[in-house]
């Protein structure tokens, strides 16, 4: 059972909106900023989103990110086929010491 | 360009031990937190361990505390983790991660090393 919830799956056609939540409590999301990385099995997790919102460089703006009380939300619009992969929300935790991810969602493009 | 490679991994028996390493490169070593995070086979990322800058703050997963140690070498730009009494759910990759502002953004990865304990 992670600390961090998020939808086991998603999924959408190509072109559309999905959005992927991630529910965390007042020693997590609530007071700490949330990443979010993209896991391609086989190969090492990419960060999409920092602090909550915010895109490194080469991040397509299809990607955002927000936050609203201790839930956070990954967005991606304009789905295209090379999105199906393994998405997690992290932060740090206060309660626990240590940063926390969420148990990950499965997006398959449709 | 940053270099993050993990060595060390391989088969274990129960309760044994192992040392990973990760050698870094393409940016300033000495300047970021350092961290370990692995990934089960089929199964999520799970957060290991942090170590800051000069090695004076550690932090670790509650499954991990008192049978790994990580710690680091900035002279040698290296960080490592050492692992004992190693139990059959510690099989995973193990990645090196680092770069963020803040411990839990892990701008950049290692290709991670694969642990495997079983008899």
């Known amino acids: 059972q992670s600390v961090l919830t998020q939808p086991p799956s998603a999924s959408g056609t190509p072109g559309q909106r999905v959005t992927i939540s991630c529910s965390g409590s007042s020693s997590n999301i609530g007071s700490k900023t949330v990443n979010w990385y993209q896991n391609i099995p086989g190969t090492a997790p990419k960060l999409l989103i920092y602090s909550n919102n915010q895109r490194p460089s080469g991040v397509p703006d299809r990607f955002s990110g927000s936050k609203s009380g201790t839930s956070a939300s990954l967005a991606i619009s304009g789905l295209q086929s090379e999105d199906e992969a393994d998405y997690y929300c992290a932060a740090w935790d206060d309660s626990l010491n240590g940063v926390v991810f969420g148990g990950g969602t499965k997006l398959t493009v449709l | 360009e940053v270099q993050l490679v993990e060595s060390g991994g391989g088969l274990v028996q129960p309760g044994g031990s192992l040392r990973l390493s990760c050698a870094a490169s393409g940016f300033t070593f000495s300047s970021y937190w350092m961290s370990w995070v692995r990934q089960a086979p089929g199964k999520g990322l799970e957060w290991v361990a942090s170590i800051n800058q000069d090695g004076s703050e550690k932090y670790y997963v509650d499954s991990v505390k008192g049978r790994f140690t990580i710690s680091r070498d900035n002279a040698k730009n290296s960080l490592y983790l050492q692992m004992n009494s190693l139990r059959a759910e510690d099989t995973a990759v193990y990645y090196c991660?680092?770069?963020?502002?803040?411990?839990?953004?892990?701008?950049?990865w290692g290709q991670g090393t694969l642990v495997t304990v079983s008899s």
């Open positions: 991660a680092t770069g963020g502002a803040t411990v839990a953004q892990f701008d950049y």
